[in-house]
């Protein structure tokens, strides 16, 4: 059975860091595409940021610069650094990993879903 299990969110104040972790369990995701994104009441997921399986990343035009996503083939985990943090960045922040190596940005090109972390960064 694949389980991807988001961990590191939390609350936090405007300008501070969290680090994201996905770890990925029942399939090697070394081949993969993965990425992440983030949702708030109300709204559709909204992309954030996705790495191809060789490495090659995309980031949302909103969070370019101050995002930082990587990973670990080694141990199957998906990281996300945040840093420069804005209230509008407060979120339910979910990982996701393709059956392809091509980097998606759009939820439809993801098959397998965490069940999300939240985010929240106060003004």
């Known amino acids: 059975q694949v389980q991807l299990v988001e961990s590191g969110g939390g609350l936090v104040q405007a300008g501070d860091s969290l680090r994201l972790s996905c770890a990925a369990s029942?399939?090697?995701?070394?081949?993969?595409?993965m990425g992440w994104f983030r949702q708030t009441p109300g709204k559709e997921r909204e992309f954030v940021a996705a790495?191809?399986?060789?490495?090659?990343?995309v980031y949302a035009v909103s969070v370019k610069g101050r995002f930082a996503i990587s990973r670990d083939n080694a141990k199957n985990t998906l990281y996300l650094q945040m840093n420069s943090l804005k209230p509008d960045d407060t979120a339910v922040y979910y990982c996701?990993?393709?059956?392809?190596?091509?980097?998606?940005?759009?939820?439809?090109?993801?098959?397998?879903w965490g069940q999300g972390t939240q985010v929240t960064v106060s003004s």
């Open positions: 996701a990993a393709s059956r392809s190596p091509a980097i998606q940005q759009g939820a439809n090109g993801y098959h397998y």
């Open positions: 790495i191809e399986a060789i490495g090659i990343t």
């Open positions: 029942g399939r090697t995701f070394s081949g993969s595409a």
